[in-house]
Each structure stands twice: as structure tokens, then as C-alpha cells.
């Protein structure tokens, strides 16, 4: 029966998911959802910079156009400066944990561009593309925004695309923090992240979250 590791804020992981990061697996919605957590608390509370998960992109997609402007009301993403979604292929609206494929979706409002960072070469275009028709119409950006095929880092295998959602959304944010423009940030997550390195995000995850399970986090 798996266990409880950590509680921390709106999000509950167990031993289960934190394996993934101890193995070769694919990364499921609880590690994407608690990592995003992290960065919008400790991160870029004062950066005008938020982080959507899975299952709300998800939700956005498949949503009427009501229901997602409720979404985008609810999570204050009028009021935000730049918005991280992760962005997943699933095509079973029954289900918000399926798909096989992470990619990254990074919506600058002050210059209405949507840049998409996707490690497998384009994969996730058409979900998107679709994504930010939805943010569109539910933020009401009535110039529309352009979306840019990002220069993205490449995954070396068929299950890291999680792991470089993680790693790029946090460097972005650091870079954007920064001050460094859009070209200066590509620049950044090539160097940062050369091949190999998805390893040691793993460690470096799993780390924090056994690090934060140390010191007692549990629900707020």
C-alpha cells in the first residue's frame, strides 16, 4: 500500500510517486503538480509569475468557454506577468491523468507571446496551439498572442519530458527574475541543460521533496 511522504500545501505525494524520480519513468501529474507548487511559494511570489499544472491545463482545454474564464478568474492569471503551464497530450476527456508526453507553455503577458519548450521536437504543437486558444479567449487578449516554437533542450529518451518541464520552468523563472530576455533565456536552458543533465533534476527533486517532508511541510 503506498505511503504518505509529503503533504505540502495542495498537493499529497506518496512513496509511489516519488519513485519516479528514483528510476527511468515517466513523470505523472503529483510530481509536476508539486514541483509548480514549490516555484509559485518559494520562488516567485514577488515576480508576477505563476505555475499551472496538469490536470488545470487540462481542464482549460476541455472546459466551455464559461467554464474556463471561471478557471482563469479563479486563479488570478489576469493579474500575473508571465504564466507556466504544463502542458500534456492526453485525448481522453474521462480521465485528467493519461497522456504520455510533457512539454512547456510559457505565456508572457506584457508582450503577448506564448513560447512553447517542448524536448521531444515538437510533439506537443497541436495541444498547444489549442491551449493558448482557450487562454485567449478566457483572458480575452483581443490582439491575440503570437506562439513561438521555442528552442527547446532535447530529452535523450522517451521519459524525461517531465523532467525538463521541472528544470526548464525553473531556470526560466530565475532567468526572467533576472531581467534576461526571451533570446537570453533560450540561451540559458541550452547551456544549463545539456544532454545528461535530466539525471540530476531527478536527484535534486526528490531531494527537496524528502527535505521538505523532514521539516514537518503538511497542508495549508
Not at 514577488?46 to 486563479?75: H, Y
Not at 490582439?143 to 528552442?151: C, E, F, I, N, R
Amino acid at each position: 500500500m503506498p505511503q504518505k511522504v509529503l503533504d505540502y500545501h495542495d498537493v499529497l505525494l506518496y512513496d509511489s510517486d516519488l519513485g519516479l524520480l528514483e528510476d527511468e519513468e515517466w513523470l505523472n501529474d503529483q510530481v509536476i503538480s508539486f514541483y509548480f507548487e514549490y516555484l509559485s511559494r518559494e520562488k516567485s511570489r514577488s515576480c508576477g509569475f505563476t505555475f499551472v499544472p496538469g490536470a488545470t491545463t487540462f481542464l482549460l482545454i476541455n472546459a466551455g468557454s464559461e467554464d474556463a474564464a471561471a478557471v482563469v478568474e479563479a486563479l488570478q492569471l489576469k493579474e500575473q506577468k508571465v504564466i507556466f503551464l504544463a502542458v500534456n497530450d492526453n485525448p481522453d476527456v474521462s480521465t485528467a491523468c493519461g497522456g504520455s508526453h510533457w512539454s512547456l507553455l510559457v505565456l508572457d503577458l506584457n508582450s503577448s507571446e506564448a513560447r512553447h519548450y517542448d524536448s521531444a521536437r515538437g510533439a506537443n504543437a497541436g495541444v498547444a496551439a489549442e491551449l493558448l486558444q482557450k487562454l485567449q479567449a478566457a483572458l480575452r487578449l483581443d490582439a491575440g498572442a503570437k506562439l513561438v516554437t521555442a528552442a527547446s533542450p532535447q530529452q535523450q529518451n522517451g521519459y524525461d519530458c517531465g523532467v525538463y518541464v521541472l528544470a526548464m520552468a525553473d531556470l526560466i523563472c530565475d532567468a526572467r527574475a533576472r531581467g534576461l530576455d526571451w533570446a537570453g533565456v533560450d540561451a540559458e536552458l541550452q547551456r544549463a541543460l545539456p544532454p545528461g543533465a535530466a539525471s540530476q533534476w531527478r536527484s535534486a527533486v526528490l531531494a527537496l521533496a524528502h527535505e521538505l517532508a523532514g521539516k514537518g511541510k503538511v497542508r495549508c
